[in-house]
């Protein structure tokens, strides 16, 4: 069964940093290109950073230079160190393959908040 677990969220300052995490398990692991997702207040869900099984990264220009992705592939990890917050990076994250479906298995997701 398919499980994503994302954690590390929280309540930071306008320039501070969080490191978010994500535990994979099921068919997914680290069978696939990975990302980080987020859902800000009624906006849509869109993709902040991606992973290939080989490392390679990709970032929205909103994140470029300032959040990095990476993972662990022998401890079917994701991760999403993020620098410099501002708070419209406020949302609730969330990590999935590389082109997940809204229709897609999701997990509960982190709630990252940054104050002005």
């Known amino acids: 069964q398919v499980q994503l677990v994302e954690s590390g969220g929280g309540l930071v300052q306008a320039g501070g940093s969080l490191r978010l995490s994500c535990a994979a398990s099921?068919?997914?692991?680290?069978?696939?290109?990975m990302g980080w997702y987020r859902q800000a207040p009624g906006k849509q869900r869109e993709p902040v950073a991606t992973?290939?099984?080989?490392?390679?990264?990709n970032y929205a220009d909103s994140v470029k230079g300032r959040f990095t992705i990476s993972r662990d592939n022998a401890k079917n990890m994701v991760y999403l160190q993020m620098n410099s917050l501002k708070p419209e990076d406020t949302a609730v994250y969330f990590c999935n393959r590389f082109g997940a479906k809204e229709y897609d298995y999701w997990g509960q997701g982190t709630q990252v908040t940054v104050s002005s």
């Open positions: 099921g068919s997914i692991r680290t069978a696939y290109g």
């Open positions: 992973v290939t099984l080989g490392g390679a990264t």
